[in-house]
């Protein structure tokens, strides 16, 4: 399994969890180094096989040396887990165009660029055996996120757009796709917004739980997609949002 951005959050609860599932797991990070070693030494020490990566993932170059160096160092893949991105706060009449493309070129082109390369080595049409992807998108794409998320929200909606097409492309090729909208889950990505407390207390408000949720809630939705007790979910994009 690759997952990319996996040195904290999500990612690194993604990783982890896929290494106690038994995978060998490719842990991606882009400046994060100390941090991806950390999540790759705690799948070690936990009896599983690990290997940090490190590659922007929003660029093509950087990710067809990433997926070549996954080919050499863990051998074929499975499942790709495209959950790096970045959040972003800013109004739209305030924003800069440079704003924009870093949150789109994080967030959207950066799934495109990775499952156009896991493609070409499941996929049956090219020889290959199978595999799952799975997208990481956001309730945001549906709420339209917080105020000054008008970018982020548009970049995740364009995640659910791009699950379900490439679901259609590549189903009869051996190839499952699904994604999953996380909702108020306590990460650092937070901070943009106020932090985690805020956040905390956003999530009383607002979701019907009355609690916001963890990364390894998250990780356990994924690893259920990844696997063979989800043979049949395809083209799926998935709430884990405590019913908000």
Request: proline share 2%.
């Amino acid at each position: 399994m690759l997952v990319t951005g996996a040195s904290r959050g999500i990612g690194a609860a993604i990783a982890r969890a896929a290494g106690a599932a038994g995978y060998r797991v490719g842990v991606n990070y882009l400046r994060s180094a100390a941090a991806a070693e950390a999540v790759v030494a705690d799948i070690r020490a936990a009896g599983g096989e690990a290997v940090p990566l490190q590659a922007d993932v929003g660029d093509p170059a950087q990710v067809e040396r990433l997926f070549a160096e996954l080919d050499s160092r863990l051998g074929r893949i499975d499942v790709l887990v495209n959950n790096a991105g970045i959040l972003a706060s800013f109004r739209v009449d305030a924003l800069d165009h440079a704003q924009v493309a870093a949150v789109f070129r994080a967030n959207v082109f950066s799934i495109f660029h990775c499952a156009g390369e896991a493609v070409r080595r499941m996929s049956t049409a090219h020889g290959g055996a199978g595999g799952v992807i799975v997208n990481l998108s956001s309730v945001a794409a549906r709420l339209g996120g917080l105020a000054g998320g008008a970018a982020y929200a548009a970049s995740k909606g364009a995640i659910d757009t791009f699950t379900l097409a490439l679901a259609k492309e590549v189903g009869r090729e051996g190839i499952r796709v699904a994604a999953l909208r996380p909702g108020l889950i306590e990460t650092e990505i937070h901070d943009v917004h106020g932090g985690l407390e805020r956040m905390r207390t956003m999530a009383r408000e607002a979701v019907p739980m009355g609690r916001s949720g963890t990364a390894e809630e998250v990780a356990q939705a994924a690893l259920w997609l990844a696997s063979a007790a989800a043979s049949y979910v395809h083209g799926a994009v998935i709430d884990v949002a405590g019913g908000r």
